[in-house]
């Protein structure tokens, strides 16, 4: 398995945008492409070849659930595990994102000192 690198974070809020990729970036040392809308990461999605894909479910025009669904029939995201950040964890609503696709759910409010590390730990759960 290869060291996790270049995550893809997928956000409309631009604080948020800023938060976590300082929190990915300067505490976790990763490498962070921004994108603002789930079209914009559709675009960008190839010239990225981002390892690990952070994406809002409530966005405007088109939300995190279909992000995901365009992206997983635009491109092989079998070795890309994707991970939701929502306010909404009820066990339910996990469930469906998983079932979607998704490997994991991260909570908003995140803690940008320990983002680093929950995303560490789903990219080691997802490659065993």
């Known amino acids: 398995m290869n060291e996790l690198k270049r995550i893809m974070h997928v956000e409309d809020d631009p604080s948020i945008q800023q938060v976590a990729k300082?929190?990915?970036?300067?505490?976790?040392?990763?490498?962070?492409?921004?994108?603002?809308?789930?079209?914009?990461?559709?675009?960008?999605y190839p010239s990225v070849t981002p390892q690990l894909i952070l994406l809002d479910v409530m966005m405007p025009g088109m939300d995190g659930p279909t992000t995901l669904q365009q992206l997983q029939t635009q491109y092989d995201l079998t070795k890309v595990p994707v991970v939701f950040m929502t306010a909404k964890v009820q066990?339910?609503?996990v469930a469906s994102y998983k079932a979607l696709g998704a490997a994991d759910v991260v909570a908003k409010p995140f803690d940008p000192m320990t983002l680093s590390n929950q995303i560490r730990q789903i990219w080691l759960d997802f490659h065993q």
Do not use: Y
């Open 22 to 44: 300082i929190a990915l970036e300067a505490v976790g040392g990763f490498s962070v492409h921004t994108c603002g809308s789930g079209k914009q990461a559709l675009t960008d």
């Open 91 to 93: 066990s339910n609503e």
